[in-house]
Every structure is written in structure tokens, then in C-alpha cells.
């Protein structure tokens, strides 16, 4: 008995999309959520593409949201709006940080990552 495992590719074009809608249908999809034979314990064989980064809508009140880490150490909050991270880093990474907090956050989020092309 052999089993093939077919990893499945979506597209998804964010020009003049919401940040929020396109991250949310990336992470739905990387889940596996689409699926009839959905598991929450298992990686879905999905690649997820998002494509024109760079072109989504992002209005001016959300320019201004924050993004933030900490290293763990006293005084190691570092705190960036999200037009400084886009012109620093580029919207791929926006769009990448977004999804990332909208999966699950157990071991299987870095494998889930790694099934994430974001493109400018």
C-alpha cells in the first residue's frame, strides 16, 4: 500500500487587498481549514503564494499600528510602526509577521511558515 502525498499550491494576488483579508485567507488555507480532511495536529500539504506585496491597501490609521518584540531582557521591548517596518523590511515581511500571528502558536507554526511565499 503506497500513499502519494500531492502538495497543493494556491495563489493569492494582495493588489488592492486588505492586509487583514489576505492574511487571514493564507492562514485558513496553510491550516488546512479548506479541507474536508482537516486535523489540527497535522500539516496540511499546501503552499501558499502571495503575490504584489507591496500593492495592498493598507489605510492611513493602520500605518501607524504597532509591532513590537522583546528580547527578554530589561529594556529589551523594541517597538516599530508598520510603515517603518514596510520601508525597512519591505511589505513581504508585514505580510509574513501578519499570518504568522494568526497561526497557531505551538510546533507546528515554523513548519506552517515554511509553506508561506510572500513576493513584493
Do not use: C, W
Amino acid at each position: 500500500m503506497t500513499t502519494e502525498t500531492t502538495t497543493r499550491t494556491h495563489t493569492i494576488d494582495a493588489t488592492g487587498k486588505r492586509l487583514g483579508k489576505v492574511a487571514t485567507e493564507a492562514a485558513t488555507i496553510l491550516m488546512g481549514k479548506d479541507q474536508v480532511d482537516f486535523a489540527k495536529h497535522t500539516v496540511a500539504p499546501v503552499t501558499v503564494t502571495i503575490e504584489n506585496a507591496s500593492k495592498l491597501d493598507v489605510p492611513e490609521h493602520k500605518k501607524k499600528e504597532i509591532y513590537q518584540s522583546y528580547s527578554g531582557y530589561p529594556s529589551g521591548r523594541k517597538v516599530e510602526t508598520l510603515e517603518h517596518l514596510g520601508t525597512r523590511l519591505g511589505y513581504s515581511e508585514v505580510v509574513r509577521r501578519t499570518v504568522k500571528g494568526m497561526l497557531p502558536k505551538n510546533k507546528l507554526q515554523a513548519v506552517l511558515m515554511k509553506n508561506l511565499i510572500v513576493t513584493e
